[in-house]
């Protein structure tokens, strides 16, 4: 198995509630990710959690908690968010350490579409 | 710091033309290097990878070499289709391997 599983694929929410986007991988990959991507952009990295700990922070506004309850699920908590923060989110994976080859191959999951009214 | 730099598009070819979408990059040490694919209203695909000089990767008609002495890792077709049009992302990964560093995107719409 070598996808990676996001839910749901489309999400649309006001500012004021409270919702939560989820990934999941089943090919024992240990650094787990989540980017936002706006439109015609490149992905930006968010965060990475390696072995269920979290390892980046990359200045995300605390309107966005991160969760990695295994190692093969993680999960964005979203509350309070603002109409910017439409995008899409994308989880990825990767083997943590990087397998001998010595690459360190992202797997991306299709995304979640988010709109914030 | 790291970076890619890929020529901004969109690129417009027919269908059976050659494409090549120039890549450039910078780093310390010695990155992996990759394109990734993202079809409209999709999350990104791994394309093909090289993770040392001189290594060529290669996936469905599409081939990149690792040049080391032009820092660059440009992405090449012989004949393409409709169904490649999507847009393409250069990047790396080094060291700190827990972070990849994209190029902006190449648009490419191929017309029949």
């Known amino acids: 198995d070598t996808e990676v599983t996001q839910t749901p694929k489309h999400l649309v929410m006001g500012m004021t509630n409270k919702k939560s986007l989820k990934c999941e991988q089943h090919m024992g990959h240990r650094a787990m990710y989540w980017y936002k991507q706006k439109a015609k952009k490149p992905p930006e990295l968010m965060f990475v959690y390696s072995y269920e700990k979290l390892s980046i922070n990359e200045s995300v506004p605390s309107r966005f908690s991160p969760e990695c309850p295994n190692s093969s699920l993680l999960n964005l908590h979203l509350h309070a968010l603002q109409p910017e923060d439409s995008a899409l989110y994308l989880c990825?994976?990767?083997?943590?350490?990087?397998?001998?080859?010595?690459?360190?191959?992202?797997?991306f999951g299709p995304g979640t579409r988010l709109t914030v009214l | 710091g790291n970076s890619v730099t890929q020529m901004e598009g969109p690129v417009t070819l027919s269908e059976e033309a050659f494409l090549t979408i120039n890549c450039t990059y910078t780093?310390?040490?010695?990155?992996?290097l990759f394109w990734y694919v993202q079809y409209p209203g999709e999350g990104l695909q791994l394309l093909l990878k090289a993770t040392k000089a001189d290594d060529k990767g290669s996936n469905k008609g599409f081939e990149a070499t690792y040049r080391k002495e032009t820092t660059s890792f440009h992405l090449e077709k012989g004949s393409v289709q409709v169904s490649d049009s999507a847009v393409y992302f250069c990047a790396l990964g080094s060291g700190g391997y827990q972070k990849v560093t994209f190029g902006i995107g190449t648009k490419l719409q191929v017309i029949p």
């Open positions: 780093a310390t040490g010695y990155p992996s």
């Open positions: 990825a994976s990767s083997q943590d350490p990087p397998g001998l080859a010595g690459d360190n191959e992202q797997f």
